[in-house]
């Protein structure tokens, strides 16, 4: 199995910065791509930002581009989300998704953390 654990999320003033990392473990021969969702309460969950097994951005959501930047360290396994200029519609969970490959023969498999609640106060 997989494992993806988020962590630096937390509260932060209108204005401000965070980064979430996701380190992701278990068993894993390789990545498809890896992507931060955030899910804000009564709405649907979204996405916001996606990044190759290369390590090269692929998109990010409307509401938060020029603002936060996905990155990601393959030999740790992990994701990063910068996020920027942080403003109260950005309070959510959010959550990391990787698509993995369990051995080589296998196929790609979606896998979730947790989530890490961001919080942002005017």
């Known amino acids: 199995q997989v494992q993806l654990v988020e962590s630096g999320g937390g509260l932060a003033q209108a204005g401000g910065s965070l980064r979430l990392s996701c380190a992701a473990s278990g068993c894993i021969f390789g990545f498809n791509a890896m992507a931060w969702y955030r899910q804000a309460p009564e709405k649907q969950r979204e996405v916001v930002g996606t990044?190759?097994?290369?390590?090269?951005?692929?998109n990010y959501g409307d509401s938060v581009k020029g603002r936060f930047t996905i990155s990601s360290n393959n030999a740790k396994k992990t994701v990063y989300l910068q996020m920027n200029s942080l403003k109260p519609e950005d309070t959510a969970v959010y959550y990391c998704?990787?698509?993995?490959?369990?051995?080589?023969?296998?196929?790609?498999?979606?896998?979730w953390g947790q989530g890490t609640q961001v919080t942002v106060s005017s």
């Open positions: 998704n990787a698509d993995v490959k369990n051995s080589i023969g296998a196929s790609y498999l979606a896998y």
């Open positions: 990044i190759s097994r290369f390590g090269d951005p692929i």
